[in-house]
């Protein structure tokens, strides 16, 4: 669950929408401070990717 709202409310950033993600979450877990995060999002033709964040 995005807290801060999806590519629709944000806008859809074109060519950076992993990055995004992962900003996102970053940001999210200093303001949290969370120790772990995930990150995940389709990549078309079916496909997904995700990716576990640790911080020290």
């Not at 999806?6 to 929408?17: C, E, F, L, R």
């Not at 979450?25 to 496909?47: N, T, Y």
């Amino acid at each position: 669950i995005n807290v801060n709202g999806g590519a629709i409310a944000i806008g859809h950033p074109i060519g950076a929408s992993g990055c995004r993600i992962l900003v996102t979450l970053l940001h999210e877990m200093q303001k949290r401070d969370a120790k772990k995060g995930l990150a995940s999002l389709c990549i078309g033709g079916g496909m997904g990717v995700a990716l576990a964040v640790e911080r020290p």
